[in-house]
Every structure is written in C-alpha cells, then in structure tokens.
C-alpha cells in the first residue's frame, strides 16, 4: 500500500490521503484523469478493474466516488473521490477511455444528478427519457408527480446522442449520430422475450450482421436509491429483494453484512451458516432458471420445463422455512427471521443427490446436441481484457479466464469454513459461459453438502435495537451474487436514513459488454448471447 | 331461454369469494331475458373463449418470474386453457401485467393494449401492478396500471403464488362466461 500511496503523491500532489475501511484519495478534478491512467497502468498499483461510480449530492456541491480494485489481487481496493466546482452546472473529466465500466455508469451519474462528463462519447439519460424535468438524487429534487405526470403518449426515439468537449472558448457541445444514414435499425425489445425483461436494444445490422447496439435502460427503473434515502435501514432491506430477484437471498445478504458491520452487529454462527446454505440454494434456483430460459430462447422448449420443474423442489424448501418462493424476505439486521423448518436438513439433504442426477441428465440432453454445439462454441466471445475493462464478473467473467469469485477471494459468512472449486474457463464464449453455470450449480451442492449437517446450535437472531443509526462514514460491501460481483454502499451522516445508498449491480456490466461481443455476430446469435450473459433487467435499473 | 348458472371446469362455483358481482348480473339478465338463439350461441362462444384464453408474455419484473412458473410443469396453466403465451399482442385474448409498470413502460404498455384484438382482458398480478407496491412513493412508478388501462381481474401478493395467479385467471373465465356479445351493440341502443 505504501508503493501506492507514493504513486499516487507523486502524480497528485495535493491529493488527500484518508485510511478508513479503505484506503480514500480526494483529489481535484483536475488531476483526476492523470491519477486514473496512473493508477490503471502502474505495475505497483494496477487498478485496472473499476467495480462502480457513484454521483453523491453532497449539498454545495456533487462528489464522485470511484471504487476500484486490482485483478492482480482483488483484496487490494482503493477510493477515489472528486467532486465538482459548480453546483448550477456541474462538469467533470470521463474516464470512460481508461475504464469500459464508466461509460454507462457515468450516464447514469449524468441522469441522476446532471453532472456532465466531458469527452463522454455519449452522454445521453440512461435511465429517464430526455423530457424529464429534475434530476432524481439531488437533494432538492422535486419528487411529487405534478412534476412529471405519466404520459402515454409515445414519442420517438432521439437518433442523435451528444457530447461535450474541452474547446477553445470553455466547454462546447456537440451532435452525435448513433447510427449512419443507411443503416437497417432494428429493434429488439422493449417487451420481447429473448431480452429477458424490459431491455431496448436498438441494432444496426448490415444484412445479418450487428454493426452496432444501442442499449436502452430504464424500462423498469423504479427509483429505489431515492426512495432508500427516506427509509430506515432495516426498511431497506425489501428493496434489495426485489433488484434481482434471482438471486434476493444473496442481495440482502450484502446488505445486512454491511449494515451489521456498520453498526457493530455481531451475528451468531447458526446465522451465518444458514446465510450461506440459503445463498447457495438460490444460486442453484437462479442458474437454473438461467440454463432453462436460455435453451428456451434457443429453442428447446424441454429444457424449460426440466429447469423449471428442479427449481420447484427448492422453491419448495424455501416456501417452508421463509414462506417466500421466489422473495423470501428471510435475511433481518442481526440475522434471520425465522429458524430452520424441522424439514429443511432432510429436504436439502434429499435434494443434492436429485439435482447431481438432473445434471447429468441435462448434460445429456443439451450439452452435446449438435445443434447447440454450433450455436454456441465460438460465438460472443468476451476476451478477458474487455471483462475487466467492463467490471464483468460472476460466471461471465470467470468464463474468459477472470477469477473473481468473491466468496474465494474475501471469504464472508461461513465461506471460509468450506472448501469448494471456482470454475474458471479461459475460452469466453457462450458455450464456457453456459458450461459454467452448470460445474458452479455441482460446486453449491458440494457446499451444501458440508454445511447441511453442520448447522451449529445457537440463536437464529440477535437481539437488536428497534433504531439503527449508523455512525457517520462510508461502507461498502461486495458479495458474489448469482450474476457476479453484488455491491452495496452507504454512506451515513449518523441518521437513521442514509444519506445515499448505492447498488452495485452485476447485470448492468453485462449488459454494457453487449454492444463490444455483438459487434460482427449474425442477429440470431444476439438471442444466444443474451441467454449466456443472463442479466436480470431489474437489476441494472433499480 | 333461461341463463345458465356460471361454472367452469377447475373450481367449484361456491369456493370462489366475489361470487356476488357475478350472481347480481346472471340475476340482471334472467330478468331481462336473452333471445333463445343468441343467447345459445353466446354459451357457444363463451364456452369455447373462456377455454382457450392466451396471455401475452408480457413481464417487467420478479412477477414474470411467477407467471413463468405458473405457465411450467407443476402449476402448468395449459390445464385450463390458457394454453400457450404468445410474443404478439395480436394473438393474444389476455395480457398479465406482472410487475412494475414506470413511466417510461407506460406509453409501450397502452400501446401493447391497443394492439390486442378485442375482445381483451387484463390481469393486474401483484401489488406494483395493482398500486405500485413497495414502490408507489416513488417518483416514476405508475401507481396502477389501471390508471393506463382497464383491469378485469387484480391478483394481490408480492409477487402473488402461483395458485393465486391461477384463481384470479379463473375468476377471469367466469367473467368470460357470463359475457353476452350477440347484439351487444343493439342492446346499448335500446337503452
């Protein structure tokens, strides 16, 4: 850390150093892109893996916060901070060149809170439509619906996108067109069933090959983070339910660990053993659905129904302890809501066995089949270097030869206590991704398998106080949810509230790689793609 | 020609709640009465419409996720007519609004209903459907969808069971089967 804090002196030299839960430089937005390339490139340092950026109104005036860590090492994480001059019309540098992540979260920063990015290649709302008057996290953003009634009117879509750049006489402004003039625009979704949600792709096709992607979001944003700043923490907590409901477990799961650390909460063993089968059998449930919607998109209608009717099994288990199938608002501040249903150990214990002999039979029925075979090998392939340009991580990114399994790299709960593989693929296309899903359902029944008879005794929830506060300060929080790298981070100024809550959501960097392993692929291998990558719209809209 | 009492096949007629909206209109058109012909044709129709209504795939958010397993092997909603979901508004009888519906959804969603032939149906599945849930204090969620479009049948919980999905699909097919159609036009004349 020393050999980083002097790269980071002698690049900025009026750069604040802070030693918190990490390690946080503030630096002035003059610097910032000096101290980014750096960073990036720097052999002692290498943060090449920029895993989220966050836009926070600070009151005079916006922050930005970068978190970023290394894929020499993943432990090794570091906060950048910069904030803006201005409140009326605030600017900051991109750094969308260095990182591939920055390019859709700093339109999102831009939507939320109106900072403008300069050299942003297209900086357009990600989330809200351009008529939309406000933006959402600041503070004195007018929430009430008289200021943006619902209109179902449908308007066109805008083809232009803009950019501002440095020029001679301050800060200029100009068009972009998205697509040329004789290209063939086609439109995938938004209520289409092969993007898997409520997700626009606008795709420019030269005869049967994509030319470029338009990704459009905001189908389904809800607005949670802005409605997060009204609520108590333990409030909170059934939003996280609902980002990915796929994997809603493991979602809440980061947020109580972030809240219990914040707070000084110290949760007994029985809780985090039963966090941790929890996690595990809903991301078995999550990359089942995921293997059986995406042999449905491509075309087998059994499989869907096999992953379908296995899911069940767990839905079942799930419905007895929590009374929840698919959002089972199990997880609390201190612990779990319920105990184990007398059942549970011999339903899971039953269940291992049913599902090793299932996969095998999905082996048999898809994996080898010519047909996928064809579709699959060699098609999207997401080299390593893009992965962790884009932050892609989960099974995605583990396909193109990334570890990032964070349940390896910081062991939380009772992951520590286990031993298990992280399947890792070097080739990066479908097939690898789609081959991953599977050996990593194997590897949580190995888990399950030494934790079932190993629940210790104990409370199942310690007893907390009705209010939490959080003392002032930021915490963040990483867990590997069923789609990659989950995050959670609050900053609190001692309020029962948080002052911004931020989601770091694994879908939104699959989904912003689209666009770069599309590029060159016919139109029907999109259907493919989209299968493998299998983000949860929700997710990335929140 | 005497109406019949309404009754479907899944659920017996007294195990259904609301029986009394249902009961109120058979009642209205036994005192009106309805033309013999017609009136067996309507049976006719209305037997074969409510057997074979086809939602659209149509999610936003986790409810989709329920209303797939419900069109799976275990609740399979084949069983009782609604035997496949079609991507095409155009062949659709019934579109389950499942999930969210925000502002920028809501002018696709008006514009899908518009595209359905009539005669359509809609389901409002779980409470951000029905009032926006978790979700209705925020400053782009629709509070409702029947503020955008008229709901038939609303389907509470978060997201609702299965079983639950497959009774508000039921109550939707005896709404179905008391429907008269023949000379609907003429009758509005009249009054």
Redesign the interface.
């Known amino acids: 850390m020393e050999a980083i804090k002097q790269l980071i002196l002698a690049t900025a030299p009026e750069a604040v150093l802070e030693e918190k839960a990490h390690l946080t430089v503030t630096v002035a937005p003059d610097d910032l892109r000096a101290l980014a390339t750096a960073l990036k490139n720097d052999p002692a340092s290498r943060f090449d893996f920029l895993i989220q950026l966050t836009g926070v109104d600070e009151g005079e005036n916006f922050s930005v916060i970068y978190f970023m860590t290394s894929t020499d090492d993943m432990t090794r994480q570091l906060v950048v901070k910069t904030y803006t001059t201005d409140r009326e019309n605030p600017v900051l540098p991109t750094v969308s060149d260095i990182w591939g992540t920055a390019l859709l979260n700093e339109r999102e920063v831009f939507g939320f809170l109106g900072i403008r990015f300069i050299g942003h290649p297209d900086m357009r709302h990600l989330f809200l439509t351009e008529r939309w008057k406000g933006y959402p996290l600041r503070k004195d953003y007018d929430a009430s619906r008289e200021a943006n009634p619902v209109d179902v009117t449908s308007y066109p879509m805008s083809d232009h996108s803009e950019t501002w750049v440095k020029g001679k006489d301050g800060i200029q402004h100009e068009k972009i067109q998205l697509f040329e003039e004789d290209d063939y625009v086609l439109n995938i979704g938004p209520q289409h069933p092969a993007t898997h949600g409520v997700l626009h792709f606008r795709t420019a096709l030269d005869g049967e090959i994509i030319k470029k992607i338009d990704v459009n979001c905001g189908y389904i944003h809800r607005g949670i983070e802005k409605l997060s700043e009204g609520l108590t923490y333990p409030q909170i907590l059934h939003f996280t339910d609902r980002l990915d409901y796929l994997s809603a477990h493991i979602n809440r799961h980061a947020l109580c660990i972030c809240v219990e650390k914040a707070a000084g909460i110290e949760v007994t063993d029985r809780t985090e053993v039963i966090r941790t089968i929890m996690d595990e059998l809903t991301r078995i449930t999550s990359h089942l659905l995921s293997w059986a919607t995406m042999c449905m998109d491509m075309g087998a209608l059994t499989a869907f129904i096999y992953g379908m009717r296995d899911r069940e099994k767990i839905m079942d288990i799930f419905e007895e302890t929590t009374g929840g199938r698919l959002i089972q608002n199990y997880n609390v501040i201190g612990g779990v809501m319920a105990d184990l249903h007398p059942d549970f150990q011999r339903k899971v214990k039953a269940f291992i066995p049913y599902m090793r002999e299932k996969l095998k039979e999905y082996h048999q029925l898809y994996t080898g089949n010519v047909i996928a075979v064809n579709r699959m090998i060699g098609v999207g392939v997401l080299s390593k270097e893009t992965a962790i340009s884009y932050a892609v991580s989960g099974p995605v990114g583990r396909a193109s030869g990334l570890s990032c399994d964070l349940r390896k790299i910081m062991p939380y709960s009772a992951y520590g206590k286990v031993e298990f593989k992280e399947i890792v693929r070097h080739e990066g296309d479908c097939m690898a991704r789609y081959l991953n899903r599977l050996d990593e359902i194997e590897e949580s029944l190995h888990i399950l398998e030494q934790l079932i008879d190993a629940i210790p005794e104990g409370e199942y929830c310690v007893k907390t106080k009705p209010i939490i506060r959080l003392p002032e300060g930021e915490y963040f929080q990483r867990v590997e949810a069923a789609r990659g790298e989950f995050g959670v981070y609050i900053q609190s100024r001692g309020d029962k509230t948080p002052w911004r809550l931020k989601f770091r959501s694994p879908s939104m960097a699959l989904v912003s790689v689209m666009d770069t392993i599309c590029r060159g692929a016919k139109v029907a291998d999109l259907v493919t793609i989209g299968g493998s990558m299998d983000y949860v719209i929700p997710d990335i809209d929140r | 020609m005497e109406v019949k009492d309404i009754k479907i096949k899944g659920i017996p007629h007294e195990e259904f709640n609301d029986n009394e909206y249902l009961e109120k209109y058979v009642e209205e058109l036994r005192a009106n009465g309805v033309g013999i012909v017609t009136g067996v044709l309507d049976d006719m129709i209305n037997w074969g419409r409510s057997n074979s209504m086809w939602p659209l795939?149509?999610?936003?958010?986790?409810c989709?996720?329920?209303f797939?397993?419900v069109g799976?092997?275990?609740f399979d909603f084949a069983r009782f007519g609604f035997e496949v979901t079609r991507?095409s508004p155009r062949q659709a009888d019934v579109i389950v609004v499942a999930?969210?519906i925000?502002?920028?959804?809501?002018?696709?969603l008006?514009?899908?209903y518009d595209q359905m032939a009539e005669p359509k149906y809609v389901i409002a599945m779980g409470s951000c459907a029905i009032s926006g849930g978790?979700?209705c204090?925020?400053?782009?969620?629709?509070n409702g969808v029947d503020?955008?479009i008229p709901v038939d049948v609303f389907v509470p919980g978060?997201?609702p069971?299965p079983e639950a999905l497959l009774y508000g699909m039921m109550q939707l097919q005896r709404k179905v089967k008391v429907e008269r159609f023949m000379f609907k036009d003429k009758k509005k004349q009249d009054k």
């Open positions: 795939t149509f999610a936003t958010s986790c989709g996720i329920e797939m397993s799976a092997a275990r991507n999930g969210t925000v502002d920028k959804m809501a002018p696709i008006k514009r899908l978790p979700f204090n925020s400053y782009c969620v629709v503020k955008i978060c997201p069971k």
